[in-house]
Each structure stands twice: as C-alpha cells, then as structure tokens.
C-alpha cells in the first residue's frame, strides 16, 4: 500500500512539472543578420513561432533577417510569435517607358 501511494506521488509529481516545464518561458533568440530559413529554424526550435514580413533594403542582402520583434533575449510563452523583417534586397523602382523619346529628353 505504501509503495503504491509512493508509486502514486511521484505520477502525479511528474506531471505537474512537466505541465509547468510547457508554461514556463523561453528566451528569443537572436536571428538578426542571418538567414531566414536558419532564423525561422532558431525560433521553432525555441517553441515559438516565426512570423515574415518581407521587405526591401539597400544595405542588406537578399534573405537575411533585418530586424526581430520581440529583441533576442526577451522571455516569452512557448507559441508566441516572433516578427522578423528579411531583407528582399535593393528596392524596386519604375523605370519610365522611353520608347521613342529622344535621347536628350
């Protein structure tokens, strides 16, 4: 009887501290100046979850992280998400269409 309410305790221990172990928070890492595909792996692997926003900039290449929110260190719950900006390179303009112009104008 006694090994079996120990046997119980310790049951009931384990699964409250593995129940508190997947509340508890994790720290951001930090994926600013690397790759999206590493940066979006980093945060899956933290247990959290990687949202993209793409835009373009003119000092960074093409597929590297630009900037994450919330900063790297920054303790979170395990599913929230982390916003990072990848860079898609130089911005794009238009180009007018010239056809037919001279060259002097």
Do not use: H
Not at 22 to 48: T, W, Y
Not at 93 to 104: I, L, S
Request: proline share 9%; hydrophobic share 40%; net charge negative.
């Amino acid at each position: 009887m006694i090994a079996a309410a120990i046997a119980g305790g310790w049951y009931v221990y384990t699964k409250i501290q593995d129940q508190l172990a997947a509340n508890k928070p994790v720290a951001v890492p930090f994926v600013e100046g690397i790759k999206e595909e590493l940066a979006v792996r980093n945060i899956r692997d933290a247990g959290l979850t990687p949202k993209v926003v793409r835009r373009p900039d003119d000092k960074v290449p093409e597929t590297i992280v630009v900037s994450q929110d919330p900063g790297a260190g920054t303790r979170t719950d395990k599913g929230n998400p982390v916003t990072i900006e990848v860079s898609t390179g130089l911005p794009q303009v238009e180009v007018p269409d010239v056809r037919g112009d001279q060259a002097t104008d």
